[in-house]
């Protein structure tokens, strides 16, 4: 059995914007969303899913399931990344105060 590591672990990243103008596009929409969840994937950012993948090999998996799946119109991204990259990701909640490493900061964002 191969160790667990940071770096072999993977995220599948997601995005998308599709039009949602029409009933159409919205049941499209809607569907697309609906079959990523279904595939495991969890909603991030309104239009950003990820997907924990315990390897490359099983993100490729993911990956090819979400290409079948690729509405008509639209843009669609996806990302793949490390466990530690995404470790690594800096996530701000408007200006309230963090605490990071027992310290407490203030963000201001822009």
């Given at each position: 059995?191969?160790?667990?590591?940071?770096?072999?672990?993977?995220?599948?990243?997601?995005?998308?914007?599709?039009?949602?103008?029409?009933?159409?596009?919205?049941?499209?929409?809607?569907?697309f969303?609906?079959?990523?969840l279904?595939?495991g994937?969890?909603?991030?950012?309104?239009?950003?899913?990820?997907?924990?993948?315990?390897?490359?090999?099983?993100?490729?998996?993911?990956?090819?399931?979400?290409?079948?799946?690729?509405?008509?119109q639209?843009?669609?991204?996806?990302l793949?990344?490390?466990?530690?990259q995404?470790?690594?990701?800096?996530?701000?909640?408007?200006?309230?105060?963090?605490e990071?490493?027992?310290?407490?900061q203030?963000?201001?964002?822009?």
């Amino acid at each position: 059995m191969e160790r667990l590591s940071e770096y072999r672990i993977m995220w599948v990243m997601v995005l998308f914007d599709l039009p949602t103008e029409t009933k159409k596009e919205r049941k499209i929409y809607s569907d697309f969303r609906k079959k990523l969840l279904k595939d495991g994937f969890t909603m991030f950012q309104f239009s950003i899913y990820l997907r924990h993948c315990p390897s490359k090999d099983n993100a490729e998996v993911h990956i090819k399931r979400v290409k079948l799946e690729l509405p008509p119109q639209g843009h669609i991204g996806i990302l793949c990344i490390t466990d530690k990259q995404f470790g690594d990701m800096e996530l701000f909640y408007g200006k309230k105060p963090t605490e990071k490493k027992g310290q407490v900061q203030q963000l201001e964002l822009f």
